[in-house]
């Protein structure tokens, strides 16, 4: 969340570039900036009386026993006075902070300069595109009815064992998910990121810290009687690894990498536009997760571009990025970008991989500072993740562009994960 400082010293750029995400904060902010008057005009009452009070108990007994029982006296009334004036000041100040706090989690992220405003995906930025297209033949199939061809999905099974939304991999099916699980953590671990393999489930702190709560919790999988949720991404239990920590400027950038499988409740409908892979409840995916120095993380976010851009034209996809416009920006982000794969059996792009920088959005909720060399005082650092890569749209694509009437071609850097260069 954004500090009271940054609000502070920039509510008129905080409004004006929140205006890109189709809402006024105006309001927000302002009652922010007097709630924050009022937090430091009481918390001066209170240091200011609790300093007098300190002065008088020290000097009562001193009065006293000097013999002077009337200013001994008057001092203990005072005493008590002051103790009841801080106590009162001490309970509006908790609540000041309690009503701060509800208000700051209501504020999206600042969008990053190059963010337009827009509604939605339609609006979002393009800003590059690799691979080639597959033409394909007009008996071409959709890898739902390729799963069913060739024996390697399947979602009625899914749908008896769990519901819509949970599909059951196969034979070939589950070793090409496995191989390229395994093909990203191998790349990532070559790209330099500390491979983790972190908990499912996590608790509220955690999943308030990277910003799935409040904001997020109607999509979460809940464990009420643990008071648990399970991860959407493992970009929840990794960026939380270092919630609560100061950080020495010398070990930034910290990079981490995790596969997990992640579990959310917002599929959607059943129809046209969310069929097989498209949009599923349990997916798998390979995350990579960043903490570096608010100086470099813009380099860094678009070195995390290009690292997954390369992951894509390894496996030979055709794909584009974009930049997401305001309307499209998570709420934790400051600047995003979607990878799409083209799907040519559908005829449609589909998102694989969204690569964000979160600025101090992240690290302010979940308390993470790093000091710099020759500082006492610690600041706090910029968090950045992306899929590297998500799993099902991907393998949807993947599925329909590399099929040839008889099968599916397997391109060579997948052979020796899979085991096997063909299905059929």
Known sequence: MLSLQYIRENSEYIIERLKTRNNDYTDT???????????????QKVNTDQSELNTLSKNIGKLFREGKTEEANEAKNRNT???????????????????????????????????????????????RSGGETPQLGPDALPHWELGKKYDILDFDLGNKITGRGFPLYK???????RAMINFFLDKAREEGYQEMLPPLMVNEDSAFATGQLPDKEG?????????????????????????????????????MTAYTPCFRREAGSWGK?????????????????????PEKSYETLEKMTAYVESLLQS?????????????????????????EVYSSA???????????????YQANRMKLRFRREGTKKPQLAHTLNGSALALPRLLAAFLENNQDGEGIQIPGVLKEYTGFDYIG
């Open 315 to 339: 496996l030979e996809m055709p794909y584009r990025i974009m930049r997401l416009c305001g309307g499209d920006l998570g709420f934790a982000a400051a600047l995003t970008y979607d990878f």
């Open 219 to 255: 999509q979460m999988y809940a464990v009420p009687i643990d008071n648990f949720y399970l991860i959407p991404t493992a970009e929840v239990p990794v960026t939380n690894i270092y919630r609560d920590t100061i950080l020495e400027e010398k070990d930034l950038p910290i990079k």
């Open 171 to 177: 034979d070939k099916g589950s070793r090409l998910q």
């Open 273 to 293: 536009e969310v069929r097989g892979l498209n949009r599923v409840h349990q997916f798998d995916k390979v995350e990579i997760v960043q903490i570096d120095h």
């Open 346 to 360: 559908q005829d449609k792009w589909l998102e694989v991989s969204s690569v964000s920088n979160f600025e101090s």
């Open 29 to 43: 902010i302002e009652k922010l900036k007097k709630l924050d008057e009022e937090r430091r005009s009481n918390q």
């Open 81 to 127: 006075e002051l103790k009841q004036k801080i106590k009162d000041n001490q309970n509006r100040l908790n609540e000041i902070e309690e009503e701060i706090h509800d208000l700051l989690t209501q504020v999206p992220n600042v969008p990053h300069p190059s963010v337009v405003q827009g509604k939605g995906e339609e609006e979002n930025q393009f800003v």
